[in-house]
Nanobody, 125 residues
């Protein structure tokens, strides 16, 4: 499984970005997909994830109401719509996959075996 993120960039506080993650090598329709982020000096932290059929989603408290995760299984793609961005959202954002999984949303990064290389999001104040 190969995951490639795109869509990061520099944005002013309050702005929006849409991240995309393109998967190849295997169909991920039965996989849980997630977004994580890592700022310099910090551990990798959970941002959002959703189940294989988009029936269940989970968000970190600090992004609730601002970020929306979605997927398109036909395109083997994952998205993260980010709005109301804050300087503290600055980080490298990574998509990840685990599966096949049918069950509760997994928010532990150590449980995800497949990762992209990340895309930088920088929010200026």
């Amino acid at each position: 499984v190969r995951l490639v993120e795109s869509g990061g960039g520099l944005v002013q506080a309050g702005g929006s970005l849409r991240l995309s993650c393109a998967a190849s090598g295997r169909a991920l329709s039965m996989f849980q997909l997630g977004w994580f982020r890592q700022a310099p000096g910090n551990e990798r932290e959970f941002v959002a994830a959703l189940s294989w059929n988009s029936g269940s989603t989970k968000y970190a408290e600090f992004v609730k109401g601002r970020f929306t995760i979605s997927r398109d299984n036909a395109k083997n793609a994952l998205y993260l719509q980010m709005s109301g961005l804050k300087p503290e959202d600055t980080a490298v954002y990574l998509c990840a996959a685990v599966g096949p999984v049918v069950g509760a949303i997994i928010n532990n990064p150590g449980s995800y075996p497949y990762w992209g290389q990340g895309t930088q999001v920088t929010v200026s104040s």
